[in-house]
């Protein structure tokens, strides 16, 4: 059974700090990392992805992989209120176009 | 372009009644795929098709759950008979081979409550 973890949080932090977004994930195979933003009654939406091992940069966001721990995380600079909402990670593996979906986390930041 | 488009939104019935679901995905989108979301579950994909054909039905809970894609431009999830447990938001999503990262595209959802 593959599985994706996330911290079901919720996270909070103040507005203009660095939120921290983690995720690990069972299947070595993995070759595709998600993140995807869910606001309260909306549906998800893609914000990063992530293939190689490292950092990906994409204005306030930045993915982290590492393939060795099984890990991707998300961090969000100079958060906003307006960033409240759940973060899904989603994993594909190789071979098919499957997603497999953490549970999120909860991310609140506070004016 | 009109994004996945999902009817009806809201969706109240009674436990043993039959229950269908609706999807249109983008236009020229050769994946579709269907999830369940509850708060004890999280987000689950429960069947995808590629080019109307079904691929994997593995998540599909139980016999009482069957999916339709007569063509490219409409599908159906269909339960029958509703149990209370089905209470869930149902997301229809679509994707295209052309798209380099494969992003999948949900629609706004259904809220299913099953009373």
């Known amino acids: 059974q593959k599985e994706v973890e996330q911290n079901s949080g919720p996270l909070s932090v103040p507005e203009g700090a660095i939120a921290s977004l983690n995720c690990t994930y069972s299947?070595?195979?993995?070759?595709?990392f998600f993140w995807y933003r869910q606001y309260s009654g909306k549906s998800p939406e893609l914000i990063m992805f992530?293939?190689?091992?490292g950092d990906k940069e994409d204005g306030r966001f930045t993915a982290q992989l590492n393939k060795a721990s099984q890990y991707v995380s998300l961090l969000i600079r100079d958060s906003q209120p307006s960033d409240s909402a759940t973060y899904l990670c989603?994993?594909?593996?190789?071979?098919?176009?499957?997603?497999?979906f953490g549970k999120g986390t909860l991310l609140t930041v506070n004016p | 372009d009109a994004g996945v488009i999902q009817s009806p939104r809201h969706e109240v019935t009674e436990m043993g009644q039959e229950v269908t679901l609706r999807c249109k995905p983008i236009s020229g989108h050769d994946y579709l795929f269907w999830y369940r979301q509850t708060m004890m579950r999280g987000l689950e994909l429960l069947i995808y098709f590629n080019n109307n054909v079904p691929i994997d039905d593995s998540g599909m809970p139980e016999d009482r759950f069957s999916a339709k894609m007569p063509n490219a431009s409409f599908s159906t999830l269909k339960i029958q008979p509703s149990e209370p447990r089905d209470s869930a938001v149902y997301f229809c999503a679509s994707s295209a081979t052309r798209d380099s990262i494969y992003e999948q595209y949900f629609g706004p959802g259904t809220r299913l409550t099953v009373t």
């Open positions: 992530i293939y190689s091992n």
């Open positions: 989603a994993v594909r593996g190789g071979s098919n176009y499957k997603l497999t």
């Open positions: 299947d070595r195979g993995s070759q595709s």
